[in-house]
């Protein structure tokens, strides 16, 4: 299974006798599955059944779903409700003669809300609405296949920025593991160094708190515990990749686990070569991070 982007968009496009209509759905990253609608007027009841049709497809990603409608025919254009017209010139006049007003003009009257509307066709019986909204639901999964193809497309180039990031980290883990401060001689040169200045400072230091020393100069020289987690972390994200689907926030939490050891690694070093890797792995971790924002 490949991985998928969260970011898409597509378009589907139908129509029915003198109804036309058009599906847009834009797909952007979000840290879960948020689904947005926009229906017209009377289906509404379409977004249930869209809904449960996009969390079987996409598990993460904010959605948002637009459907535009347009009737076409003779029937379009405009017209006068000539009973509100009525009312409106009837209270118009009344309110000019109690406040000596003068009379209304035409163009605010066709102004007024419910005077001047659209010449719609009469409501299609019960059958047509139906079968309206059968082609609706087919309009409306067509473009989320599209979508899902080209989320699948992303996909498929952050899967190759992906893996040159891992194999970048790869080789760093690598030149730490071979560098010479992580070397075991390097490590007892630095012990040896340590405790002569402790024992020439303090010539009559206790055993114990000698040895209490020791232990932290050990503890904070041995890279060899962060570097073996990086190992197991590659590993991990590799497994992911080849897991393929919704991993995106399983390998963002790994991300936090890769940038926890090279933060480590790079306070423990003493020495400038590794500090340099440790710097290095940081910058390829938080590349890695990035992509992985988009993930689904």
């Known amino acids: ?53 996009l969390s079987q497809k996409l598990k993460r990603g904010s959605i948002s779903a637009n459907l535009s409608l347009t009737r076409n ?77 080209m989320r699948l497309g992303e996909g498929k180039r952050l899967e190759a920025v992906l893996s040159e990031r891992l194999r970048e980290i790869t080789t760093l883990v690598k030149q730490a593991e071979a560098s010479a401060a992580a070397q075991p001689a390097a490590i007892r040169a630095r012990f040896k160094e340590m405790i002569a200045s402790l024992l020439e400072a303090l010539p009559a230091l206790p055993e114990e708190k000698l040895a209490h020393e020791a232990a932290l100069v050990i503890t904070k020289a041995d890279i060899r515990e962060e570097l073996d987690r990086l190992t197991a972390h590659l590993a991990a994200a590799r497994g992911l990749m080849e897991e393929g689907g919704p991993i995106g926030r399983r390998f963002d939490f790994l991300c936090q686990e890769f940038n926890r050891e090279a933060n480590t690694l790079c306070s423990k070093s003493a020495d400038l070569e590794l500090t340099r890797i440790g710097l290095a792995l940081k910058a390829s971790i938080e590349q890695m991070r990035e992509q992985v924002q988009n993930i689904e």
């Not at 419910?114 to 067509?142: H, M, Y």
């Open 1 to 53: 299974m490949t991985i998928a982007s969260m970011t898409g968009f597509a378009r589907a496009e139908g129509q029915d006798g003198s109804l036309s209509w058009v599906w847009e759905l834009k797909s952007v990253n979000s840290k879960s599955l948020d689904l947005r609608f926009r229906l017209p007027t009377g289906f509404e009841a379409l977004e249930l059944t869209l809904r449960a049709s």
């Open 73 to 149: 025919g003779s029937a379009g254009g405009l017209r006068v409700n000539r009973e509100a017209l009525a009312v409106v010139i009837r209270l118009a006049n009344e309110l000019a003669a109690e406040m000596e007003a003068a009379p209304p003009r035409i163009d605010g009257l066709l102004g007024l809300k419910g005077v001047l509307e659209n010449a719609e066709e009469e409501a299609p019986d019960e059958a047509e609405r139906e079968k309206q909204l059968v082609l609706l639901n087919k309009g409306f999964d067509q473009a989320l296949d599209r979508m899902a193809t």
